[in-house]
């Protein structure tokens, strides 16, 4: 990821087996790390159980927020695409008991349409 796209507000892909050891002590007995995206310092992982929020907070990112959310909290998503003039593609997911929903935005190189692949796999079950 450049710095011009965090800069920007967008997400890329992170290798999952780079956050395996520091995602560990929070993932449940078999739990399994399935696809991870970073804004900055800021991360949002799917595994096969749940979605992880990581906000990593203050100026040394030491204090550290770890939001799960159960798939079937999740009660609609959508996606929209980046255009040809529209830098980035944007993912919300909406929460039961909250209307707002969790917005992240993607960089035009990665595929928002597997990132709502994945998404739909474990919500849809």
């Not at 892909?13 to 399994?32: D, F, M, S, T, W």
């Not at 979605?51 to 927020?65: A, N, R």
């Not at 209307?99 to 595929?111: C, R, V, Y």
């Amino acid at each position: 990821m450049g710095l011009f796209d965090g800069l920007m507000g967008n997400a890329s892909e992170v290798n999952i087996v780079e956050i395996q050891n520091e995602l560990g002590p929070i993932l449940a007995k078999n739990e399994r790390l399935e696809k991870a995206y970073k804004l900055i310092r800021d991360m949002f992982v799917f595994t096969d159980k749940r979605l992880i929020l990581i906000d990593k907070q203050g100026l040394t990112g030491k204090k550290v927020e770890f939001h799960s959310i159960p798939y079937k909290s999740i009660t609609h998503f959508s996606i929209e695409t980046a255009g040809n003039f529209d830098w980035d593609a944007e993912l919300k997911i909406y929460i039961s008991g909250s209307q707002m929903p969790i917005q992240k935005q993607f960089n035009k190189n990665l595929n928002i349409y597997e990132v709502q692949s994945v998404l739909a796999d474990y919500v849809l079950r």
